[in-house]
Structure formats: C-alpha cells, structure tokens
C-alpha cells in the first residue's frame, strides 16, 4: 500500500470521529517539539561545555550565534514562498531531515566559523522554517477557533523547555555535548517524520472540508473561501510594521533571555542545574497559560492583546534582574513561561488575522525574517554587557523599555483583511 493510500485511509478514519483539524495541530504541536535542536533553550545548556572545549568566550559565542541567526532569518522569506508554492507537508518533509543533518554539522564543530555555520543550520531550520510550515498549517485549518488552535500547537514548545534542556544536560554528563547532537538530531527525525508523510493535508478545502470543521464547500467554491493580502499588499500598510516591530522586539528579548539564563542565574550566585531546571518551571507555566492566551485572542480586540503581550514581556526582563534566589528564581520562572506563551500564540496568529491565509506562507517568511533577525540580536546586549559591566542587572533593565514603547502603537492597529473578508461575504 502506497503513502498516499494509507494517508487517505487514516483521514477517512479520524475524519469521522472528529474534524481532522486537531489531527493537523496534533502534528504541528510534534513539530514545534522537535524543532527543540533550534531553540535558544537548548543552545543554553551548550553555552558552557562549548566555551571550555573550544576555547571561546561568551561573547564570541554570542557574536556567532547573533551573526547566523541573522544569515539564516534572510532566507526565511523564501521559505515562505515554498510553503505557498508546495505547501508545508512537502517543505516539512524536506526540512526534518535537513535538521537532523544539522544537528550532526553543529556537534562536529571544532572552531568559531564551524560553530557560526551550525548555528546557521540549527535556527533557519528549526527555530525558522520548522516553526514556519506548523504555524502556516494551523493558520490554514482553523481560523474562528485560530487563537486556541495555535495555542495548544505552542504546548509543544513547552514539552521542548520542559524536556529539551534537562535532556541535552543528561547527554551531555553521559556521552558528551558533540554526540548529545546526534541524539537529539534523531530525536527530532523519528518524532516527527512519519506524521508528516502519514497525516498532513495542507488546507482543509484539499479534502473537501473549510476550517474550524464547518460546512463542507459547494462546487466553484474552494477559491473564494480564500481570501487575504499579497505580500506585496501587505507591505504597503503602516499595520505590518507596527506588528513586525512589536514582533521584533518580543523575539530579541525571549530570545536573549533563553540563551543567557543558565548563565544569569550562575552569575547571581545559583547552581547552573538550577538554573536548567528552572526551564520546566516556566515549560509548566507556559502549559497553563497557552491555551488562555488563545481563548482571550478568540474572543478580545487583536490590538489590545498584542499590547499587553508586550508589557509581559517587558516584565520579564525586569523579573530576570531581580533573581537572587530560589524564589526570586521560580517567580521569574512563571512570568517567563506567560511571556513564551504569549510570543509562541502570537507568532502563529497575527500574520493570518491582519492579512489573511491565501498567501500567508510568503507573508510568515518575511514577518518571521524580521523576528529572527530580532533573535540573532537578542544575546549581543547581555553579552556585551557582562563582559562591560560584570552581571547582567543594568542591561535587563534597560532593555525593558523596548516593547513598552512598541506597545504604544500596537493599542491603535486594524487588520486591513477584514475588508476582503466582508467584500467576499457580500457575493
């Protein structure tokens, strides 16, 4: 029996018990999971085996990792073209073994340009285009139930902080940091690989259904159920920016504080393994927040959500100057993991409100570019700071004041598909 026989034997199967949406989240949810080998909570563990091994300081890691980060968001744009020209099945098909090819790159590094082109690999794979493809596959089966939907996809990210840092610890103690990358490089292809082949369907429409598991389509009808801007459109409205900006500054901050928290907790005088296990602290806060976050999405004004996403994340900042023990620890813990939340449901979810789905792959990429190039900034700060200052406190601090000031505008944004949206009702 062929690939494409067992995948239409299973959606016929699921199909009937439920709205085979939640099968396409259950595999975007895997997804965000084993883009873990990415994300700046795992590149934490390796900062200091790495430092020892290769002789490297922190801020020349930071300087690699920013640099790469940055070559790797430039490419996301036309990862997005992809998505829109194949879809995410074949794109995600392709990309899951290209990152576990990376993760072997990364752990065979032996010097400072090595170690920026695995970092390459590691973020426009799986901090990037991974994310990009589950994101655009949700956004396309669910659109009144959006906000939820993307929520519990993002649970997969805090099944990746919860498991992925204590994880790449133990590997790192048993078989050191270079083969740890083989391990989670495995980890990631045998998790999500077969779903992908097995289950995805790009669009609802593909198989005769329309998001959020409503009526079926009448004949003639698949085109005009799609509606949105092009990129084009889009980057002619003043919205995109405030987004893009607001966007920015959400992914330079979590980012930064991903990277460095086992090193700003060591620095106030904590145990690095505390520090590690903090991550499933904020994994558990994250669990519970997700799916509020995109319940309030579903429900309130787009405008005053993304404002108040911003002000948590300027929280968050001033929490991490404040940690001095286990309790300052775990309190900071908490906001960090509402902050991940609200970054992780937001990413997914303000592209396709403001500007629609039909090219959403093209406007994600570029959307996500300028996110990325915000994370492949986010370390630079902190690591120049320690270096400058000695600790991390001055510079949290005045970093804060970033989103606080992207809030400002966010308060005032429509989203420009509201319109097609209601011309399209209209015929």
Not at 320 to 346: C, D, R
Not at 353 to 361: P, Q
Not at 388 to 403: E, W
């Amino acid at each position: 029996m062929s690939i494409d026989a067992v995948r239409r034997h299973l959606f016929a199967g699921l199909q009937r018990r439920a709205f085979y949406g939640w099968s396409m989240l259950g595999v975007a949810g895997i997804g965000i999971f084993a883009s873990g080998p990415g994300q700046s909570h795992t590149f934490s563990v390796f900062i200091v085996p790495i430092s020892e091994d290769l002789g490297l300081t922190g801020t020349e890691i930071a300087s690699a990792y920013g640099f790469a980060t940055l070559v790797a968001a430039l490419a996301l744009p036309y990862m997005g073209r992809l998505v829109d020209r194949h879809g995410p099945r074949r794109m995600l098909a392709v990309v899951v073994p290209l990152l576990a090819i990376a993760c072997l790159v990364f752990g065979a590094a032996s010097g400072l340009i090595w170690l920026a082109i695995g970092f390459a690999l590691l973020r426009f794979l799986g901090q990037g285009s991974m994310m990009l493809n589950c994101a655009n596959l949700v956004a396309q089966w669910f659109q009144a139930k959006r906000g939820f939907a993307l929520g519990l996809m993002a649970l997969g990210f805090s099944v990746s902080m919860a498991v992925h840092p204590p994880l790449a610890q133990w590997l790192i103690e048993t078989v050191g940091w270079r083969q740890a990358w083989l391990w989670l490089g495995l980890l990631s292809l045998a998790l999500l690989l077969p779903p992908v082949l097995l289950l995805v369907y790009d669009r609802p429409e593909h198989v005769g259904l329309r998001p959020d598991g409503e009526a079926a389509l009448q004949d003639g009808q698949q085109t005009a159920a799609i509606v949105g801007l092009t990129l084009a459109e889009a980057l002619r409205t003043p919205v995109f920016y405030v987004l893009a900006a607001g966007m920015f500054a959400m992914s330079m901050l979590v980012t930064a504080l991903h990277f460095f928290q086992v090193t700003i907790f060591t620095s106030n005088g904590l145990d690095s393994s505390l520090a590690a296990r903090v991550f499933s602290v904020s994994a558990l806060a994250m669990l519970v927040a997700m799916p509020v976050v995109g319940r309030l999405l579903d429900r309130l004004q787009t405008r005053y959500m993304f404002a108040a996403g911003l002000v948590v994340t300027a929280g968050s900042l001033l929490a991490a100057s404040l940690v001095e023990s286990v309790t300052t620890a775990v309190l900071y813990a908490i906001l960090f993991g509402v902050n991940n939340a609200v970054t992780m449901t937001y990413f997914g979810y303000m592209w396709p409100r403001f500007f629609g789905r039909l090219h959403l792959g093209s406007i994600q990429g570029t959307g996500q570019m300028i996110g990325v190039v915000g994370a492949s900034l986010g370390p630079l700060p902190l690591g120049i700071g320690v270096d400058l200052l000695g600790g991390f406190d001055q510079t949290l601090v005045a970093l804060s004041v970033l989103p606080l000031v992207c809030a400002v505008p966010a308060l005032f944004v429509r989203a420009p598909v509201d319109a097609l949206q209601a011309a399209a009702a209209g015929r």
